[in-house]
């Protein structure tokens, strides 16, 4: 069985939902040991796992650490609200935020 569920459109026609879109948080920070598990905490605390976590230590020295984490089916203002929480950690330098839905590519 499919788990795309199915909803009854004009005259009963049946038709595929749209999938859920996925929010994609991009982080900047200092390699700080605390800032991967403050990152994790804002989602944690709402009972939350994400989709998909990669972070990479960066910079000619290793000063840098970028964190991108996916998370799917989340509602756009947690979306905001987390993001807003993620440009506040001690650390972050930047965050960048965007919605992928179905149409995109991979």
């Not at 900047?28 to 403050?38: E, I």
């Amino acid at each position: 069985m499919s788990p795309v569920s199915r909803s009854r459109g004009p005259a009963g026609a049946e038709r595929a939902a749209a999938p859920a879109p996925t929010y994609c948080f991009a982080v900047q920070a200092a390699a700080d040991p605390g800032v991967m598990s403050r990152v994790l905490e804002l989602f944690a605390k709402r009972g939350l796992v994400p989709s998909r976590w990669h972070s990479t230590v960066a910079g000619a020295a290793g000063e840098e650490l970028h964190i991108d984490v996916q998370m799917t089916a989340l509602a756009p203002d947690l979306g905001d609200t987390i993001a807003r929480g993620l440009r506040r950690i001690v650390h972050v330098q930047a965050v960048l935020t965007t919605v992928k839905t179905a149409g995109d590519a991979p």
